[in-house]
């Protein structure tokens, strides 16, 4: 191989750097799975505590849902989205989710810390305050 | 063939570093302006498009003036055009890049640029602007690249490159078309709702993009071995001779309306620019300097004898580049917003980071073309140098 | 079999291109999820085809006017940036000849001329900055509103150029620092976005009248015009009305009464 040993020590370079996240954290235990909290006083008073869809479904989807409260409010005009269940709910993400949800830092920011996700949002739907006051 | 650029004379890598250097500068104020907000140029409510646009306005005549070359060689067989028309495609390709990069540092939320494709919109010239644009682009990348290699492996273009010079040629005045739209169509704007704003940009194309041309063959004569051939840059100075007169004649066009109409939306815009309005003038001493250039430039470029003589020329050719620039660049876009709807006067005038954003935005256009240059004039110089064994003489 | 470094690169881009481009097509093309999702209307909410307004001026007086921008600006987390260059109104008073400009004469009644008139978006029946705009961040509803989408909003500020009213502001940098007072149940704007007056359309939606007809007291009449016995139609019928630059063709659906 014409400049063999430059081409060697290059490749080692390379994994070195590309394998160094995993050699990092060798050896050190997962860090714990986010918990986020829903005893917010708002849902702490619901006589059923039901959010718009069920859990398992807004885990998954609740940033598809917002996505298509967001054109359905503001592009079409239609305010009232009938959930599964038959409830119906105003569409809007600071008058509808966060009014129970009151505690950003410990619900939304959990999960999307952990995932190193920034849902631009906040920029300009403002947060609700903590301790539930709006 | 990009090889080419990575070897070079030392005054080449200075070149290159010192473009480098204010393109820097340039990433370093456009983080600042990422951060703060698009307030930290000297736009305002009134005057909602500033130096930015403008630069953009102009730099789209320039990447349209590649036509003026290509045109009469492959429509007309002017063989005289045949050594410079990767010069002009070369020009278009980062006329074009510099465009689309002062849009890019114009937008609000330039994150979301992509929704001009996700959302398109056909009754919006922008969203034309945009499309016109990426496509110029591709296409003199293509055309060019491949013409070329051709030329470099001594053979002719392949015969598929064809349609798309045809398409270039037909594309080109489009580009500059679409950008004289964004003005021309909107109501309530009397200094830019004429017909002859797209002709009048058409005009200013041709003469500035030319003289960039007549400017650049100069410097490759200089500090390359190619000689892009005397007849040829005579020639680009005939039509930088009509198209400026042609320029001169529609902005005097529209000067007649204006003040033989002496209706108030026509003439105010004018007035301001040219004399001030209402104790403001900001905008006089550039309209003036730019005005004085352009009869400089005419008197240069119409006289036969002066325009023969290759100095004048190349002088002649950058008064009409920088006339052109401050009409263009400057003159049009704020003359639209002032006086504003509420016929006030509330003036414009850019800020030190807005100046080296645009400055580190040409220097981005420079450091392209230097670079396609060096790849064009190289395998110049090696394919003429090859055939006839000398070097080039001034013979076209 | 030997292949170049050229051919080589060739093939590789060609290859992510496709797979990358197959694989974004197949996602975006998937039918999602709420294809069949359930919306309904609030029952209270105000339906209208064609939204307008008739600012009577012999009905305001400053204070009232005052009341009216006020509660519009506070309601809708409207910034205050004390400085004309980054101003962002929705809705403000000008006086004869800037609101009507061409339409001034010397010899005009001095009290008209020095009446400051109500100002705002036209919502235009055939506006030009739903034109122009590229993403259709800015577009008209069925009920004639002139919308504006913040989360499309690329900032190019095309529409701001095609307005011939001056009725659009540009948000030059954050204006969080500068609201007053937030108003918790209605979104701010961030920077690099253009906002202006949209009527109220969230208070419409639950069968509210918009904030500044609401504080006038009567000077302003809401309505829709497409409605043959709606008020604002009487109003119109009884008055002579003038809009603003109504020779552009842009079919402004705002009228004054001097």
Redesign the interface.
Known sequence: MYDGWKVIIGIIIFLGIATFPILYDLGKAAPPPPEPKIDTPEIQKMAEKKCVEPKSFMKTEHMVLLDNWRDWYVREGRSIYVAGDGKEYNISLCNTCMKCHSNKKEFCDKCHNYAAVKPYCWDCHIEPKEGGQT | MLEVALKGSRRYWGLVIFLLGIIGLGFIFYLKQFN????ITG????V??GFYIGQFTFLVGVAAAAVMVVLPYYLHNYKKFARITVIAEFLAIPSVLMCMLF?FV?????L??L??L??P?P?????FD?IVLSFYLMLNLLVGWTVLSAERKGTPPPTWIKPFIYWAIAWAPSIHIVTAF?YA?????HYWLSAIMAARFLASAFSAGPSLIIILCFIVRRYTKFDPGKEAIQTLGKIVTYAMIMNVLFLLFEVFTAFYSKI??HTLPFTYLYSGLEGHGKLVPIMAFSSILAAVSLFLLIIPKIRRNEKALGFAAVTVFISLWLDKGFGLVVG??VP?????V?EYWPTTPELLITLGVWGIGFLVLTILYKVATTIKEEVILDKYGEKQVKSG | MSISRRQFFKIAGATAVIGLGGISAIEILQPGQFEAAQLSRNPKALIGKRWGMVVDMKKFDEETMKKSINACHRIHNVPDFGNPKDEIKWIWPETFGHAFPGQESKYMSEEIEHLPFLVLCNQCNNPPCVRVCPTKATFKRADGIVMMDMHRCIGCRFCMAACPYGARSFNWRDPRPFIKEENKEYPTRMKGVVEKCTMCYERLAVGLMPACVEESKGALIFGDLDDPNSEIRKVLQAHYTIRRKSELGTEPSVYYII
């Open positions: 703060y907000g698009l307030g736009m305002s409510r009134d909602s498009w849009i114009d937008m609000g939320q330039p979301r640029v929704n001009v996700l959302h919109t009754n919006s010239v922008m969203f945009m964004l169509g909107l109501p309530g704007r108030p939306g639209g917003f504003n709807m509420f016929e006030r509330f």
